[in-house]
């Protein structure tokens, strides 16, 4: 990095501390307090009943308040990062950082905790007072083998799982990227030889982890500042490092790497050099972890070997050794099951849960957060990303499992497939919601062609609909365009195993396509040659000529393009007096619920008629979810206070609705506030249709509709389903140019569902 750009790295790493408010935490309620009810359940006189029933029985601490949830992290900041001794207040940006890691990626609450004391012992008795806070303890960067004294001692007293993440987290890593090195090279744990530089409290704990794999003692070599690790040796002598001597003469690093299988770097820049690098085994494991710079750069050793297997510390190589592939899981899976410790088993599950994970096909959110990186199993991908959202739900039910299996638990689990389903939930926005989506789904196997077959996430999710659902993909795209994607992507999906692909360049049945094509479109002003060239380059027309033959059941299009213009195209091939387009509805998973918006696509001023249709419409896919639908038919006028164009609109439409008798709830014309807003509804209009919050907001225009849509999107963390087109019969859907990998799965279960399932 050049000094300039040093300086700009600098600079933003300090703004992103200090705006827009200074450090990365702050504490919010989990309960309301708005009003004197409120204030005498959360304090007092209601608390006092919390208290009594912990007092009777110290279990319920775990339901009545956050404690089950709660991680303290730790430190005395005597060993920071590759920083050192920078003392505790030095520490706490980092220990901030800890706490944001395990709230991102578990969704577990945590305190920091940097404390003045250099002391051990002391140390670990100030930590074992703070029992009742928390759940769970995570010590961090404190010096060996200051460590080692700190964690045992708070192991045997405390009843609460303590992990020592620098040891343990980064052995658990490092284990299940040995785990798959081996097999990439075709080795086994029991016949390898090893060598490690380092000998501090994560280079040991590394070590201790390979050996509860298999690696047999006598093959290790340890290297440290003095050198050999033998027999007999005073030099910085302790228990922990003597564990690892050898009967040798040996006394240099250059000596001990000859026919080494793995090398194991926890130590300084420049330790291991490419003639060391030569005399190693076929096939030989680098793992170079030193921060920030490693033992050796890959570029250095491939040049002298290139049947390497390389992994780092840092996140610009390939395979970086990261622990926060482990410890949000491992601590999420011992504070759900309410374990006492966090045990060899629990850890040796952590281990095979990150290794089997980086074997299979590599997640979309993953690849959405790692563009232009290759994902797929191999020398260059021995471990998951951390962004990787199935993580939680393998790796913390494999540590919850273990800790009910070797009797650590004290919450054991009964219904492990409702666990999983629930830490899955709790990563993705829309599992829970599209839960009932899938489940009709699976009923009923259905062909759903994407006209966008190219795309990276047209790709991802076909793959995931292969996983996940009973329905088979259909891909429009050029044949040698969609196989190399494929590989690049490190799928395993294969054509006409898998899905069907269409290649309009060169397909068989180009010929029925355009001339069914003609056929509907002949007194439409389209000639032969038009509709060949059409059934050429259109894919939308294409998929939609597709669904027509009855070859496809429905059609996803829209990854990029204007919708109209790809609704045109489906109007003109599916439209009928059946079928015919009403609205585009839109679900926004937000923080306090779901939220449907429409019609954020197909009618800019939509007619009375068509905004009554569009809430009958709603009505019916609101309930796909599993919800009773309460319908806010939304304007700038308020229950007839206003004289304007969209209270007309929407009056009318009201009219139109209140004709027959409906079995579902609606109001307006009304604010979007008032529709969201019980109490001020209230008051403006005491005798309003509904109770509660509206969860379906129908606009009368497609830009206050779109407009929502998207702020929601960006200023409130939504999550969009959609946007579901209306009125097709389920037989084509128009997403949007924004949408993810995860969004295509979920628009195909919709579009993969029979409408009848819904009535």
């Known amino acids: 990095m ?83 001794d920078i003392g505790s207040l030095a520490a706490k940006p980092v220990m901030e950082g800890k706490a944001v890691l395990f709230k991102k990626f578990a969704n577990i609450d945590c305190f920091d905790i940097e404390l003045r004391e250099t002391n051990p012992y002391k140390l670990a008795e100030i930590i074992c007072s ?47 990227a040995v785990t798959n090195a081996l097999l990439v090279s075709k080795k086994k744990f029991r016949d390898i030889k090893v060598v490690s530089t380092g000998g501090g409290a994560a280079g040991i704990a590394c070590l201790n982890m390979l050996i509860k794999l298999g690696v047999r003692k006598k093959n290790i070599w340890l290297y440290d500042l003095n050198g050999i690790v033998y027999e007999g040796r005073q030099e910085e002598k302790d228990s922990h490092k003597s564990d690892f001597s050898q009967d040798t003469k040996l006394r240099d690093l250059n000596e001990i790497i000859a026919n080494a299988d793995l090398f194991l770097g926890l130590s300084a820049k420049g330790v291991l050099t490419t003639q060391m690098v030569k005399k190693m085994a076929s096939s030989p494991i680098i793992f170079a972890l030193a921060n920030p710079d490693p033992e050796i750069l890959p570029k250095e050793v491939l040049s002298v070997r290139p049947d390497a297997i390389i992994a780092t510390g840092r996140s610009d190589f390939p395979n970086q050794v990261n622990n926060v592939l482990c410890f ?30 980086a074997r299979a096909t590599s997640s979309a959110e993953a690849a959405e957060a790692y563009r232009g990186e290759k994902m797929s199993f191999g020398r260059d991908y021995l471990i998951p990303k951390p962004f990787d959202p199935r993580l939680m739900g393998v790796v913390a039910s494999a540590v919850a499992k273990a800790a009910i299996e070797s009797g650590v638990a004290t919450r054991p689990i009964e219904d492990f497939d409702s666990y999983r389903e629930s830490l899955d939930n709790s990563i993705s926005k829309s599992a829970l919601l599209m839960r009932p989506v899938f489940d009709a789904a699976s009923k009923q196997s259905r062909k759903v062609v994407f006209a966008e077959g190219e795309s990276e996430r047209v790709l991802r999710a076909a793959s995931a609909v292969l996983e996940e659902t009973t329905d088979r993909p259909i891909l429009i795209g050029r044949r040698d365009v969609i196989f190399r994607k494929i590989d690049r992507a490190g799928l395993l999906m294969q ?20 001339t069914t094509y003609l056929s509907i479109m002949q007194r439409r002003g389209v000639t032969p040659e038009l509709a060949r060239r059409i059934m050429r380059t259109n894919t939308t027309a294409i998929a939609a000529v597709m669904v027509h033959r009855g070859e496809a059941d429905s059609l996803i299009c829209g990854t990029f393009g204007q919708y109209r213009w790809h609704l045109k195209y489906i109007q003109d091939v599916l439209g009928s007096g059946a079928l015919h387009p009403i609205a585009a509805l839109s679900l926004m998973i937000l923080e306090d619920g779901p939220l449907f918006i429409t019609d954020t696509n197909v009618y800019s ?40 164009d969209t209270g007309r609109r929407m009056r009318e439409a009201l009219e139109i609705l209140d004709s027959k008798s409906r079995d579902f709830m609606y109001e307006g014309e009304m604010h979007t506030d008032s529709a969201l807003d019980e109490e001020l509804r209230k008051r403006i209009f005491p005798d309003s249709r509904f109770s509660g919050s509206a969860n379906v907001l129908v606009f009368a225009n497609t830009d206050a509709a779109s407009g929502v849509r998207n702020i929601l ?12 087109l209306m009125g097709m019969g389920n037989r084509a859907h128009i997403v949007t140019p924004a949408i993810t990998a995860r969004g295509l799965l979920n628009i195909s279960a919709l579009a993969g569902t029979p409408v009848s399932e819904y009535g």
């Not at 200023?715 to 946007?723: I, Q, R």
């Open 605 to 644: 001023e939509p007619t009375p008629r068509k905004i009554a249709n569009t809430v009958i419409a709603s009505a019916r896919h609101v309930r796909r979810f599993g919800i009773e639908p309460k319908i806010s038919l939304c304007s700038h006028s308020q229950f007839g206070n206003l004289d304007c």
């Open 328 to 357: 949000p899981f491992i601590f999420r899976g011992a504070l759900d099951v309410g374990a006492s410790e966090i045990n060899d088993e629990m850890k040796i599950a952590c281990v095979n849960g990150i290794a089997q994970l």
């Open 713 to 724: 999107k960006i200023k409130a963390g939504g999550t969009e389903v959609g946007p579901i």
């Open 130 to 176: 703070m029992e009742p806070t928390f759940g769970a303890i995570n010590l961090e960067d404190i010096k060996a083998p200051d460590c080692f004294i700190v964690e045992k001692i708070c192991r045997d007293k405390m009843k609460i799982p303590v992990f020592h993440d620098d040891q343990h987290g980064t052995a658990i890593v490092v284990g299940a």
């Open 495 to 514: 054509a006409d195993k898998d899905f069907e692909l269409v290649d309009p360049q060169n397909d068989s049945r180009y010929r029925d396509y355009w």
């Open 2 to 84: 050049t000094t300039e750009r040093k300086k700009v790295f600098t600079q933003a790493a300090l703004d992103y501390h200090r705006y827009p408010k200074p450090g990365k935490l702050e504490v919010r309620a989990t309960k309301p307090l708005a009003n004197g009810r409120d204030l005498s359940r959360a304090y007092t006189p209601g608390v006092a009943e919390a208290s009594l029933a912990i007092k009777s029985n110290p279990d319920l601490v775990s339901e009545y308040t956050i404690r089950g949830n709660l991680v303290g992290v730790v430190t005395n900041g005597s060993a920071v990062l590759g920083l050192g």
